[in-house]
């Protein structure tokens, strides 16, 4: 899964440049999810007098509303980016406004000054309104969504990386970096995704709340007993985590 | 996690009964959730124009939206309810106006014929409009949420069990019964909870947090499967609390 994210303030193109990204995505035939983060103070998707508003002013806390076709599970708080990508098995999800993440990042921006405010090593292309006025900007590549968006899907097949553990800075860094840092270096094409030492025999074992250490050898062994059964059962998609416990109640 | 529904037509009370008894479980404690089901061809929660209608319309095919106090997934389909229960951990979910159950089930009703019409082995009280004119039917309690909201969460404390795995009748049967006969059972005071006899092996899987029921058959392959290789490092002996965990750290 794939995931990138699109930032810049108000009326800046935002919106518009995901609605180009998604429609040519699908064009290449490729499944997509997003997540929209909605700085308004005051949003509730959901209206003051349906039963569900009635359900969760009762004290629920969990409010599912399911209708024909769509089923909107709303939860009563905000999620971060990790805990709702959990969700996601798309093969790309496009974030808009997301703050906390270290995804590659398209910017929006009427102007110069506004690409300054937010341009770091995770920024891969700009575009919104400033893409009128401009082609490049300090190497990074200022594209049209509107007229080029076949150019800017490419840059993101290009550019984005399967997505990244995310750990925090202090948590892993087995490759050396933190996630954030490693992204910033595949992105300038210093580093590779697989240089993320944690692929699929990323698994821990305990015994007895013991940890136990295991040669990659074992570690693939066992790895593949579980994943032979598990990925067989419903509920189970590519990435998902994954946890067992044998002899505890 | 303990599940029932409430079911009635539109105007029974429905919606009321289960505000009055959400409200109760809350007085008492209890976390709780609820599912709505929405009968009403068009629903839809997001409204036409905003940015995550814009999103679905262009082609994301999971959107959320996420505010500074909520988060909302909007599933582009009608998930069935063990796909929307795995998002729930509450002590008490109520389901409201949802058919693909076998849950403990409160009818509401404006008379006897609407009763009739719905009642079966799950039915454990009747409310609603009718417990205004009547006490009982059939030997089923017939009990107003409004001014005896207590007595009606006392029957839900007394009669709602542990959700069952709720396998298809197919399926799994190790009990000699299907979830739903088991259930019928429990109620009448024939069975009990514990004779599902799931959990025997003793071992537990969760996907993404969210635990994963097995039947005996695939339970008993993943805990040889992960045995297998468990039993022969250094630090096992028979009895030890194993725990894997895959794709976290």
């Known amino acids: 899964m794939k995931v990138f994210s699109v930032r810049g ?8 440049t995901i609605e180009n990204i998604i429609k040519e995505l699908k064009k290449r035939r490729y499944s997509v999810g997003s997540v929209k983060d909605i700085h308004f103070e005051e949003f509730a998707i959901d209206q003051e007098g349906t039963n569900t508003y009635r359900h969760r002013r009762a004290g629920s806390e969990l409010v599912t509303a399911r209708g024909h076709y769509e089923t909107d ?19 790309f999800v496009v974030l808009e406004g997301v703050e906390d993440t270290n995804a590659p990042k398209i910017i929006t921006a009427h102007d110069v000054k506004e690409v300054e405010e937010r ?29 080029d968006v076949e150019k800017l899907v490419d840059l993101i097949e290009e550019k984005v990386y399967e997505k990244l553990p995310e750990f925090s800075g202090e948590c892993c860094c087995a490759c050396g970096y933190s996630c954030r840092e490693l992204g910033i ?23 007895n709340q013991q940890e136990i250490s295991m040669v990659p050898f074992v570690q693939k062994i066992l790895y593949n007993a579980v994943m032979g059964v598990v990925a067989e059962l419903e509920g189970y998609h590519k990435g998902s985590n994954i946890q067992i416990k044998v002899g505890e109640r």
Chains 1, 2 share one sequence.
């Open 9 to 16: 303030i108000t009326q800046s193109g935002k919106t518009t």
């Open 73 to 91: 599970i709303l939860f009563p708080e905000k999620l971060n980016v990790e805990e709702i990508l959990r969700f996601y098995n798309q093969d």
């Open 119 to 147: 341009i770091d090593g995770t920024v891969f292309a700009i575009s919104g309104r400033i893409a009128n006025t401009l082609q490049e900007y300090k190497g990074v590549p200022v594209i049209n969504a509107m007229s």
């Open 185 to 207: 270096k595949i992105l300038k094409g210093e580093a590779k995704r697989e240089d993320c030492i944690l692929g699929e025999e990323n698994i821990k074992l305990s015994i």
